[in-house]
């Protein structure tokens, strides 16, 4: 896609976080497939209707395990798009596109933090 066409207001990088949705009463959790300053892309298990908006925690995985000494980034998130993956398996079947609600500049730096520590 050229830029020209690109719609993205912020870069997006191939970042896999521990993501956890809470849907009013209900948990679900999932996985980043790409983030950005302004959302992510996540995989997960259950279909999300679209303009759908949830509480949002990310954690930082380091090799398969939730790093304990990082905090989760906490924020407001709506699902702008959704998708299905027939061929993936079920845990990662469903695909939403995500827009976080505006971050302060603490949530900015932990993004930032993130997707340096990917590298």
């Known amino acids: 896609m050229s830029q020209s066409t690109n719609r993205r207001a912020h870069q997006r990088y191939q970042l896999h976080l521990n993501a956890a949705l809470h849907i009013g009463e209900v948990e679900r959790t999932a996985t980043t497939r790409d983030l950005s ?3 992510a892309c996540i995989e997960l ?35 702008q798009w959704t998708a299905d993956n027939e061929d993936a398996p079920a845990a990662t079947r469903h695909l939403a596109g995500l827009k976080f609600d505006a971050l302060t500049d603490a949530q900015r730096a932990w993004l930032q933090a993130a997707i340096a520590r990917a590298g």
């Open 37 to 39: 300053e302004g959302g």
């Open 45 to 79: 298990a259950y279909a999300l209707a679209e303009g759908a908006e949830f509480d949002l925690a990310l954690f930082v995985v380091v090799d398969g395990i939730e790093d304990a000494t990082t905090p989760p980034l906490r924020t407001r998130a709506r699902v």
